[in-house]
């Protein structure tokens, strides 16, 4: 349980906090990182990391994770005498359910960074619509006073509609597509078409009547203010904030979705090395498991160290090592795609250690019938966690000074198992 504790809080102070020194890159005026550029030095305000917004969901993850170690905390939380077996068993199922759930969230990225994309291309389309709608239409589509003008909307539903039959068929919109100039991506204008047909056109009728279309661009133009709520009055500089907004959104995606996308030549011998490397490691873990405990114990007796101690600050610096080696090498290329991933395998390494590893542990205890006594090892668990899942869960922009944050934990979480173990009598 030492050992838990100190490699899930070693990755997240010691092993983050390097990171973000080993990753640093010069601030721009808004903040934003400049790749490979590491011009101020130590600046704590003028250099630092970022990230993408995939690696923040990464660390709410992370956060969620921490669940099990509450649920079988209850009974000392509310002082029960009785239940501490169905905690253990409830907080096992938790465990394993965490686990298959964040297995089938691995799995089917991919499918949801393409459904991402999709929807990406599908706003930088229609960004580009509107764009060329109020550069080209007699009127602006919104007020000053960002109201739409259902009359201009109007207006270009009839320009659209070259025969005139009151409704926009495919070719014709297709045909206005054609006319719309996409320099920044290259654009395949019959996907684009069938997206935006399938966006207006609610009734399924292979066409989009006027309703429909006033209905669809009113949506697309409550979701540009939204995404340039601060860009001030809605002029014709609020659609360019729009497109280029969207631009850059799905930019970003087509990039991580081109670096995810690599092509695996030959995917069963690719699973079968996979499987084998993995029933490998777990033989290994077992066969080493039991005299590294006994090693432990006895370099504890001979030093009268306690042995958490041992397993909480030595053990993990070695169990962690290649893990440690591995992204202190990405974040050192200094770019936003390499520290995302570096910062992803931190949080997806401490994911694993409060789902799989735990699940393990609680397994052996129930089944053994075992006492669960590790209220201290749970409580800095969960706090470094939480602390740690909140500050990154909700920004991608970490300043230099944020490494410290992180080292602070790490002396913090020792004195207060200290504090709690021995002067409390927790243990």
Same mark, same amino acid.
């Given at each position: 349980?030492?050992?838990?504790?100190?490699?899930? @809080?070693? $990755?997240?102070? @010691? $092993?983050?906090?390097?990171?973000?020194?080993?990753?640093?890159?010069?601030?721009?005026?808004?903040?934003?990182?400049?790749?490979?550029?590491?011009?101020?030095?130590?600046?704590?305000?003028?250099?630092?990391?970022?990230?993408?917004? #995939?690696?923040?969901?990464?660390?709410?993850?992370?956060?969620?994770?921490?669940?099990?170690?509450?649920?079988?905390? @209850?009974? #000392?939380?509310?002082?029960?005498?009785?239940?501490?077996?169905?905690?253990?068993?409830?907080?096992?199922?938790?465990?394993?359910?965490?686990?298959?759930?964040?297995?089938?969230?691995?799995?089917?990225?991919?499918?949801?960074?393409?459904?991402?994309?999709?929807?990406?291309?599908?706003?930088?389309?229609?960004?580009?619509?509107?764009?060329?709608?109020?550069?080209?239409?007699?009127?602006? $589509?919104?007020?000053?006073?960002?109201?739409?003008?259902?009359?201009?909307?109007?207006?270009?539903?009839?320009?659209?509609? $070259?025969?005139?039959?009151?409704?926009?068929?495919?070719?014709?919109? #297709?045909?206005?597509?054609?006319?719309?100039?996409?320099?920044?991506?290259?654009?395949?204008?019959?996907?684009?078409?069938?997206?935006?047909?399938?966006?207006?056109?609610?009734?399924?009728?292979?066409?989009?009547?006027?309703?429909?279309?006033?209905?669809?661009?009113?949506?697309?133009?409550?979701?540009?203010?939204?995404?340039?709520?601060?860009?001030?009055?809605?002029?014709?500089?609020?659609?360019?904030?729009?497109?280029?907004?969207?631009?850059?959104?799905?930019?970003?995606?087509?990039?991580?979705?081109?670096?995810?996308?690599?092509?695996?030549?030959?995917?069963?011998?690719?699973?079968?090395?996979?499987?084998?490397?993995?029933?490998?490691?777990?033989?290994?873990?077992?066969?080493?498991?039991?005299?590294?405990?006994?090693?432990?114990?006895?370099?504890?007796?001979?030093?009268?160290?306690?042995?958490?101690?041992?397993?909480?600050?030595?053990?993990?610096?070695?169990?962690?090592?290649?893990?440690?080696?591995?992204?202190?090498?990405?974040?050192?290329?200094?770019?936003?795609?390499?520290?995302?991933?570096?910062?992803?395998?931190?949080?997806?390494?401490?994911?694993?250690?409060?789902?799989?590893?735990?699940?393990?542990?609680?397994?052996?205890?129930?089944?053994?019938?075992?006492?669960?006594?590790?209220?201290?090892?749970?409580?800095?668990?969960?706090?470094?966690?939480?602390?740690?899942?909140?500050?990154?869960?909700?920004?991608?922009?970490?300043?230099?000074?944020?490494?410290?944050?992180?080292?602070?934990?790490?002396?913090?979480?020792? @004195?207060?198992?200290?504090?709690?173990?021995?002067?409390?009598?927790?243990?």
């Amino acid at each position: 349980m030492g050992l838990l504790a100190g490699s899930t @809080i070693m $990755l997240l102070t @010691i $092993l983050w906090g390097s990171c973000v020194i080993v990753g640093k890159c010069d601030l721009s005026e808004d903040s934003t990182t400049i790749d490979s550029q590491d011009t101020k030095a130590f600046s704590l305000f003028g250099s630092g990391v970022s990230t993408d917004l #995939q690696t923040s969901y990464a660390a709410r993850i992370m956060a969620i994770s921490v669940l099990p170690f509450i649920v079988v905390q @209850i009974p #000392q939380i509310l002082k029960l005498q009785s239940g501490h077996r169905l905690t253990l068993l409830l907080g096992l199922i938790v465990a394993v359910l965490l686990l298959l759930t964040y297995c089938l969230y691995q799995i089917f990225q991919p499918w949801i960074q393409r459904r991402k994309l999709e929807y990406s291309r599908l706003k930088h389309v229609m960004s580009g619509l509107l764009k060329h709608a109020q550069m080209h239409t007699f009127g602006h $589509l919104v007020d000053d006073d960002g109201t739409p003008n259902v009359s201009v909307i109007e207006k270009l539903f009839h320009k659209i509609d $070259l025969d005139n039959d009151g409704k926009i068929g495919r070719g014709e919109l #297709q045909a206005f597509i054609v006319g719309v100039n996409f320099e920044d991506i290259e654009l395949d204008t019959n996907l684009a078409t069938d997206q935006v047909m399938a966006d207006f056109d609610r009734s399924r009728n292979s066409s989009i009547e006027k309703g429909e279309f006033v209905d669809g661009v009113l949506r697309w133009l409550e979701e540009a203010k939204r995404v340039v709520a601060g860009s001030g009055a809605y002029s014709k500089k609020f659609m360019d904030d729009f497109h280029i907004t969207t631009g850059e959104e799905h930019n970003a995606l087509l990039d991580k979705h081109e670096d995810d996308g690599e092509s695996i030549e030959n995917p069963t011998w690719t699973c079968f090395k996979a499987i084998s490397l993995l029933l490998l490691g777990t033989a290994m873990a077992a066969a080493f498991a039991d005299p590294l405990v006994d090693a432990v114990h006895n370099f504890s007796s001979a030093t009268s160290i306690p042995s958490f101690f041992i397993s909480f600050i030595a053990m993990p610096l070695a169990t962690n090592s290649s893990e440690a080696v591995s992204a202190i090498i990405f974040a050192s290329r200094k770019k936003q795609r390499t520290l995302s991933l570096t910062f992803s395998e931190v949080y997806g390494g401490v994911t694993m250690n409060n789902t799989l590893c735990l699940a393990v542990f609680l397994a052996l205890v129930y089944v053994r019938g075992l006492t669960w006594d590790f209220s201290s090892e749970v409580l800095v668990i969960f706090l470094v966690c939480i602390i740690m899942g909140l500050f990154t869960s909700f920004r991608t922009k970490f300043p230099l000074w944020t490494c410290f944050v992180a080292f602070l934990l790490y002396p913090l979480s020792l @004195i207060l198992v200290y504090i709690l173990d021995y002067k409390f009598g927790w243990s």
